[in-house]
């Protein structure tokens, strides 16, 4: 039986504006009571320009909300106009960055290079990675979405030493999943799970493989995510769309009363 505490986190992508932001947060805070945060970890990544405000709110009210970035520079600091480092995220007190999400990869061309110097500055400034990784629909077709995606992993991982590595968070999102409505089976789903927690333990040890949160992204909703979450290596979701609704999200929290 996993020791592992299920992490649920709210992607909002480009959604919501800093009051939306307070708003949204101050109703997740009302909505989950402490037994709740006890059973799972709730975070939320909402866009740089919310940050400070939902700092403000959960340094102020001590929430047990969580919250993170959507990316990070490879960078501390410079000329890289549109940029946001890793010192200044950690001044913010985020406690994760989501790290080559499929959107990067495709609209900002992010290689496993890129994700890999990305990770290397997350932890530099002590934050807590959620590295993304999943194929595309014509490499699941093809049936070569466990390489694919085992491929990424080894390219995010790159260099990364073992006391870095065992507070990763990895989320497996095929990219056909994502905003479409189309959720990947909860068997299929655990295949590719189960395959990346193979993959560290031949990276690094059995016991961190058995230590780090791999988490399912991809039209997660109220409804599908206890059949996900009752497969042995998923340890939590990461949620777009669903995220985005309060009440919708708390569900998920909750989902071992689905
Ligand atoms: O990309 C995702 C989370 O990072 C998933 O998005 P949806 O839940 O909207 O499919």
Known sequence: ???RTPLMAGNWKM??????AIAHVQKLAFALADKDYDAVEVAVLPPFTDLRSVQTLVDGDKLKIKYGAQDIS???SGAYTGEISGPMLAKLKCTFVAIGHSERRQYHHETDEIVNAKIKAAYKHGLTPILCVGE????REEGGHVAHTLAQVDGAL????AEQAETIVIAYEP???IGTGKVCGADDAQ???GAIRGRLAELYSQE???AVRIQYGGSVKSGNVAEIMAKPDIDGALIGGAALDADEFVKIVRFRDQ
């Not at 595309?136 to 490499?139: P, Q």
């Open 175 to 177: 990219v056909w999943a």
């Open 191 to 193: 295949e590719v799970c």
């Open 158 to 161: 790159k260099d990364i030493p």
């Open 136 to 139: 595309e629909e014509s490499v």
């Open 74 to 76: 490879a960078h501390d």
């Open 1 to 3: 039986m996993s020791t």
């Open 15 to 20: 959604n919501l504006n800093h009051l939306e």
């Open 208 to 210: 961190l493989a058995d």
